[in-house]
């Protein structure tokens, strides 16, 4: 019996300061809280108002730059969207380049062999209308997909739509002329085919 007391006084003594350890913290986290509540308690209605106004500026300063990036988005889409239209419009514009340089020789051909004919031998008179009657027809029918001839003779020289050949002293127009149109040029919607060639004046001595 004596050793049993023993043991139950030994429990006690150790169950005692557990439980006034766990009373010590019991108290010291009512003692925080009501610390925090103190602290808010505290804040006046101008500090409350302060901060509700913070709040409410970074609020809307994160709106602001949701709504910047948005725009943004939105501008990059147009611009593709643009850019896109344009590569298809010029593909449109651009794609019979190829086919119309193939074609300007046999222009050249068909002129030439007008140009260089006997036009007073009455036995090649229908040849020469049958040649002429050709030319304008094809001539005709590429101009229908913006092919344009370049025949500057008397005009102003061009560098970005001539090429001088040669360079002739003139008195009787002013430097700079075309004198001579040895091939004729050409564009497609606006852009250069092939330059024309040409003989340039210059000021005589």
């Given at each position: 019996m004596s050793e049993q007391n023993n043991a139950t006084e030994h429990?006690?003594?150790?169950?005692?300061?557990?439980?006034?350890?766990?009373?010590?913290?019991e108290n010291v986290e009512a003692q925080d809280v009501e610390t925090e509540v103190e602290?808010?308690?505290?804040?006046?209605?101008?500090e409350e108002i302060a901060g509700l106004y913070a709040e409410l500026a970074a609020t809307k300063k994160q709106v602001a730059d949701q709504k910047d990036s948005v725009v943004r988005a939105a501008a990059d889409i147009e611009n593709m969207r643009r850019r896109?239209?344009?590569d298809v419009e010029k593909a449109h514009k651009f794609?019979?380049?190829?086919?119309?340089?193939?074609?300007?020789?046999?222009?050249?051909n068909l002129e030439r062999a007008i140009e260089f004919s006997d036009k007073e031998n009455e036995t090649l008179k229908p040849v020469l209308e049958g040649i002429d009657m050709t030319l304008k027809s094809f001539s005709d029918a590429?101009?229908?997909?913006?092919?344009e001839m370049l025949n500057p003779q008397g005009e102003t020289f061009n560098p970005e739509f001539?090429?001088?050949?040669?360079?002739?002293?003139s008195n009787d127009v002013s430097p700079n002329?075309?004198?001579?149109?040895?091939q004729k040029g050409y564009t497609l919607n606006g852009r250069l085919l092939r330059p024309a060639m040409v003989m340039v004046s210059k000021e005589a001595e």
């Open positions: 429990e006690q003594e150790i169950v005692e300061p557990v439980e006034q350890a766990s009373d010590s913290v602290a808010e308690a505290e804040l006046s209605p101008e896109a239209a344009q794609a019979l380049e190829k086919f119309a340089n193939e074609l300007l020789p046999v222009i050249d590429v101009a229908k997909f913006g092919v001539h090429q001088a050949m040669s360079i002739q002293p002329t075309v004198l001579a149109v040895m």
